[in-house]
């Protein structure tokens, strides 16, 4: 009698327990701001945030029940749906977790939205593996905030100086890759515009590596100048970057070139002097 007293005291505690479980999943399911679903092997829905279901464009919140059992194939398009069945099927199959994995999605406007995703499987007591449990967040803010930082760096990277009436100085320092390069012949001509410069001084004193590719993005950038009706001069053209030049076998005999800033500078003020009389 002891004996069963003590079960139906231990089986009482445990369905206690289960209780505040399933409280405490409930809460989490209602308040977490993030898409998170339970699916089963299968890759059926099992549970889902209420997140998720707005996220998804729920009619309501009624719409869980309608929601659950579903798949992939169910809800999305088909190449997507295959491609996320067979990520769950890997992650099931590996046991492997993947955390915070950048995605990107569409909305009905064809909007572009920026994901992280987190997936792991779900093992069972026995160590069997009986699901997949999934995290995705919406960072687009966050992509969109870095994104524009990285602009401004950009700018702040490569300034543009109003030195003079109707001329202005890019300093470039540090490295030249690509996309800094074209940024870079992007902001002079957008100043150009702006201040109605007739002399565009780019200053390479401060680049630490001079090869072809900085050289021809420099020559583009010079051309490109020049088709706005404006003058190039760069300046910091060294011996040393001269000599190297030649090497490269980069034809410079046509762009306009000055030791320093200071004789570049000087150059152009007595220019602009000189075309005002």
């Known amino acids: ?3 069963k007293e003590k079960k139906k005291e231990q089986l009482l505690k445990e369905i206690k327990e289960l209780r505040k479980t399933k409280e405490l999943l409930e809460n989490l399911l209602k308040s977490i701001p993030v898409s998170l679903y339970f699916k089963d092997k299968e890759g059926r829905l099992i549970r889902v945030s209420r997140y998720f279901l707005e996220q998804s464009g729920a009619p309501s919140l009624d719409y869980e029940k309608e929601i659950i059992g579903k798949s992939n194939f ?3 398009g088909e190449e997507l749906a295959r491609a996320a069945r067979a990520d769950e099927e890997h992650i099931m199959e590996t046991r492997e977790t993947i955390i915070n994995r950048p995605e990107t999605s569409s909305t009905p406007d064809g909007e572009t939205v920026y994901l992280s995703t987190t997936k792991a499987p779900i093992i069972d007591s026995k160590g069997g593996v009986i699901g997949i449990v999934g ?4 960072v687009t803010k966050q992509k969109t905030a870095e994104k524009e930082l990285e602009s401004l760096l950009g700018e702040l990277s490569t300034p543009v100086l109003y030195a003079w009436e109707g001329i202005i100085i890019m ?8 996309d800094r390069a074209q940024k870079a012949t992007q902001i002079i001509l957008e100043s150009i ?3 109605k410069a007739r002399y565009a001084i780019i200053d390479i004193t401060g680049v630490s590596v001079i090869d072809s590719m900085v050289a021809s993005q420099l020559i583009k950038t010079a051309k490109a100048v020049e088709t706005l009706g404006s003058k190039a001069l760069i300046t910091g053209v060294s011996a040393e970057i001269a000599i190297t030049l030649v090497d490269l076998g980069i034809n410079m005999e046509n762009i306009m070139t000055r030791n320093s800033l200071i004789e570049g ?13």
């Open 74 to 76: 169910d809800l999305f």
């Open 171 to 178: 300093s470039l320092v540090g490295t030249l890759p690509s």
């Open 135 to 138: 995290l995705t967040r919406d």
């Open 265 to 277: 500078l000087h150059y152009a003020i007595e220019s602009v002097k000189n075309e005002d009389y």
């Open 1 to 3: 009698m002891e004996d």
């Open 193 to 195: 515009d702006r201040y």
